[in-house]
């Protein structure tokens, strides 16, 4: 299972990580300002994963997609 983790940075700006068995298997590559862009760059990764669940870990909550 994926889990992605939404997170903010030392600049305070968004950021995400996608990890697999505790292992980051890819990132953002960069931080956004707004939180919008930075799950609207997210979506073109969940287009791309075959899974069949998702879990998103906002600053300690979890979303399930």
């Known amino acids: ?32 300002k707004r939180i919008a862009s930075a799950l609207s760059a997210l979506y073109g990764l969940f287009a791309s994963i075959q899974a069949n669940k998702v879990i998103v ?5 979890v979303i399930e997609f």
């Open 1 to 32: 299972m994926t889990t992605i983790e939404i997170y903010r940075n030392k600049k305070r700006e968004w950021c995400w990580r996608a990890k697999r068995k505790g292992r980051i298997v890819a990132d953002s590559g960069e931080s956004y």
């Open 57 to 61: 870990k906002q600053e300690g909550k």
